[in-house]
Each structure stands twice: as structure tokens, then as C-alpha cells.
């Protein structure tokens, strides 16, 4: 059984920034790739970011420049360091996790960007 357990997230000024963390444990294999996914009211979920276990990151387009994505590999953590939030940015953000060719869902956190 493989648990994630996610932290941060909230709410912020428009300008503001958040971070976002997610913890793996349980009997996990060999993690391929850890990431965020986020859904907003109404709209279909979307990558947010993901990091590779050989270090390759990948950003949606919309967050480059604003978003870092980074991993505790040792505590089989990531974390997702949002900065220069935007109205746009309100979601619930997923962390997901590839191990052992089977994929892993966090339960979400809420990050709402509002003045």
C-alpha cells in the first residue's frame, strides 16, 4: 500500500506565493516520476509540473518562470514552490507519483489566489 500525503496550500494575494509539498511512503517501488497536476472549477485537470527521476522537469506553459518543482529523494518528497500567483492559479493541486509502473494519486490540497 502506497500512501501520498500532500501539505501547504491555502490562500493567497495575486502576487503571492505558496508551496506545496507531497511525501510518499509505504511498500513503493523504484519512483519514475513525482508530480502536481491541478483542476480548476469546470475545467479538465492539467500537469502542473513533473520531475523525472534522471532530474528531466517538465512545466505547463502557463507557470514557467513562476512555478519550481523540486525532490527529496532521500524522504521520497516533492515540492512545488508557486510564486507571482494569479487569479488563474486557483485549483486543487494533485500530487502524483509513477513507482513500479503503477501510478499514485494524492487527495488534493485547495490553493485559492485572491485579493
Known amino acids: 500500500q502506497v500512501q501520498l500525503v500532500e501539505s501547504g496550500g491555502g490562500m493567497a494575494q495575486p502576487g503571492g506565493s505558496l508551496r506545496l509539498s507531497c511525501t510518499a511512503s509505504?511498500?513503493?517501488?523504484?519512483?519514475?516520476?513525482m508530480g502536481w497536476y491541478r483542476q480548476a472549477p469546470g475545467k479538465k485537470r492539467e500537469l502542473a509540473a513533473q520531475?523525472?527521476?534522471?532530474?528531466?522537469?517538465h512545466y505547463l506553459d502557463s507557470v514557467k518562470g513562476r512555478f519550481t518543482i523540486s525532490r527529496d529523494v532521500a524522504n521520497n518528497t516533492v515540492h512545488l514552490q508557486l510564486n507571482s500567483l494569479k487569479p488563474d492559479d486557483t485549483a486543487v493541486y494533485y500530487c502524483y507519483v509513477l513507482a513500479g509502473g503503477s501510478s499514485y494519486w494524492g487527495q488534493g490540497t485547495q490553493v485559492t489566489v485572491s485579493s
Open positions: 520531475i523525472f527521476s534522471g532530474g528531466y522537469i
Open positions: 509505504g511498500n513503493i517501488d523504484a519512483i519514475a516520476l
